[in-house]
């Protein structure tokens, strides 16, 4: 800790005077996560002696921020109104610097299709996918078979692996599209790549960029569903992940294209599947708000870099922009 407040003095002494306020809980189907989240930043911010406030949000939002004088948000919210651009407009309005990514990447991030085609456009590897038409079920089902099986459902716009469901067979897919373009009409489905799950952790701005060493992911379960993700001992972290040289490398080339495309700051993490029959590594996504819980991956990354969880937190103020 006195390392810490040795290398990060100038950002301490600038945010002392500070009143921060840590955004958490909020409205989307991520709720509990981002109050696990936002707990954990609040006590390593009360732990760096900062003024610190917890602010659950909803549509008092504004009013709670003018009322408390709140100089600067720490955005703990995962999903909707929080990782969206939506918070972060409310705060652009208010005048109000944030931690993160700004209100057209968070907005881009937040929607996995407009995302891969970016990314796609600046040649990184992304699964081959089908929208989804809600109000045409028999034609979904017909795209669907088209990209082959075993395929992923997915909502648009969701996070934590909230809606995600892997097809392998035909009558699997029959039984479940119509209650499942119910529950999710924004949605899509990607052909599943089989392979290596990696994420890979970024720190930075568009001129300095930190790339944390590459986990592997390995669930117990299935995929790496919101149990395996949330519930201890359910997922082995392996650090640094066991690719090879090569593919190490182009993960990283193209992290450094996704995080200039996307236009990212703060701390963000991209999640992909290096595939076992071209071992070209598949980006799925970015998380511009990424989970900060006791089973989340960004501590674990920042932690096999050497970081405290403190560090990572001065990390997500050193990045605001004033
Ligand atoms: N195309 C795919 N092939 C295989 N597994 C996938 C694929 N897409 C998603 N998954 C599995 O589902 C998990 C969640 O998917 P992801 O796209 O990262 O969405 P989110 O984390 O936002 O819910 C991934 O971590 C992975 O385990
Ligand atoms: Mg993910």
């Given amino acids: 800790m006195s390392d810490v407040r040795t290398k990060y003095k100038d950002i301490i002494e600038f945010y002392k005077t500070k009143n921060i306020a840590v955004l958490m809980g909020g409205l989307s189907s991520e709720r509990e996560v981002s109050i696990r989240s936002g707990e954990n930043v609040y006590n390593a911010l009360v732990n760096l002696g900062f003024k610190v406030t917890k602010m659950d949000v909803d549509a008092n939002i504004a009013r709670k921020l003018i009322k408390d004088n709140i100089d600067v948000a ?15 407009g409310v705060l652009e309005l208010l005048g109000i610097p944030y931690t993160g990514c700004d209100v ?8 996995k299709i407009i995302t891969k085609e970016l990314l796609k456009a600046k040649g990184i590897p992304v ?4 929208v989804l038409d809600p109000s045409n079920p028999d034609k979904s089902f017909n795209d669907i078979l088209s990209l082959g099986l075993p395929v992923v ?8 692996s909230v809606g995600v469901e892997i097809i392998k067979e035909e009558d699997q897919l029959k039984g479940k599209l119509r209650n499942y373009l119910r529950r999710h009409p924004n949605s899509f489905a990607e ?7 990696i994420t890979i952790g970024v720190i930075g ?15 117990k379960k299935e ?8 519930t201890k001992g359910m997922t082995d972290f392996v650090i640094p992940a066991e690719i090879s040289k090569e593919q190490e490398e182009k993960v990283i080339e193209y992290t450094k294209i996704a995080f200039k495309t996307l236009n990212c700051r703060g701390v963000v993490r991209f999640d992909a599947i290096i595939s076992k029959d071209d071992g070209l590594p598949y980006f799925l996504e970015v998380n511009t708000i990424p989970g900060m819980t006791e089973t989340s991956d960004i501590p674990a990354m920042a932690k096999a870099a050497g970081m405290s969880f403190e560090e990572v937190v001065l990390k997500l103020l050193e990045y605001v922009k004033w």
């Fill in 223 to 230: 995929f790496y569903d919101y149990e395996a993700k949330y």
């Fill in 205 to 219: 701005d568009q001129k300095n960029i930190t790339i944390l060493p590459i986990m592997e992911l390995r669930p």
């Fill in 74 to 88: 720490v955005i703990m919210l995962h999903g909707k109104y929080g990782e969206d651009g939506v918070i972060q």
């Fill in 191 to 197: 052909k599943a790549i089989i392979g290596t799950e």
């Fill in 104 to 111: 057209l990447t968070s907005a881009i991030g937040m929607n």
């Fill in 153 to 160: 459902l997915k909502p648009v716009d969701e996070g934590s």
């Fill in 127 to 130: 699964a081959d996918y089908v």
